[in-house]
């Protein structure tokens, strides 16, 4: 009889349902992989403010909770947007709940994660429409925009097109993309505790995965 493995569970917020839908098909491919030393539970509710999520939650040991949500230009709509996000994240650790707020952001977006699935994204967009032309190229599809891309049905085929390998080729070219930034001068800009660079590409989303791989031992 085969043992029967520990369940690992993880926190995150995310800002839409494609994030959801990701984390979600990750769950069920390491869940799936006989090599995984355990299986993962990952809570991932659509709640794009961070205070608002952790007051929801009930837990009774510390936990860290990723939050995904998109740096979308130096605009200063966006970029206001982007720092009460951080605010909120911060104030969320200071509900006396034992709750470490993490960032997972993607700039411009969490498209961009999802191409380096497949194959290296380094040169800047001006707009976020951009990434349907290496989505479409690498996956094999003929989206006319990223609505259509991201039609539950659409999304998931596209998902149900990569594995294990993809995920951890992934986490390596995110790693590069910002060792490249680094070594370029780009400014590593700080609020509130957290980093982030305005250049694009730049993310922080691949650490909470590759965590999640890490002490699956699949990495």
Known sequence: MAKRKPTNKY???????????YL??????????EQSVCKVSID??????????????????????????DYESDDPVHVQGFQTVMDNMKKA????KQIKYKSGYSNFTFDLWIILHM????????????YLIPINKFFGEKFENMDE?????NYKRCLNKMNLTNVIDAIERARNIMKKNQENGCIMHQYKGYQYYKENPALSAWEAIEKILSDCKLL
């Open 11 to 21: 926190y995150f917020s995310v800002e839409g349902e494609t994030e959801q839908w």
């Open 24 to 33: 979600k098909w990750l769950q069920d491919l390491i869940n799936n992989m």
């Open 44 to 69: 991932c509710p659509v709640k794009k403010n961070p205070l608002k999520h952790a007051k929801s939650l009930t837990v009774t040991k510390k936990i860290e909770v990723y939050h995904f949500f």
């Open 93 to 96: 650790e200071q509900l006396g």
């Open 119 to 130: 194959a290296d994204c380094n040169a800047p967009y001006v707009h976020r429409k951009h």
């Open 149 to 153: 891309y991201k039609h539950e049905e």
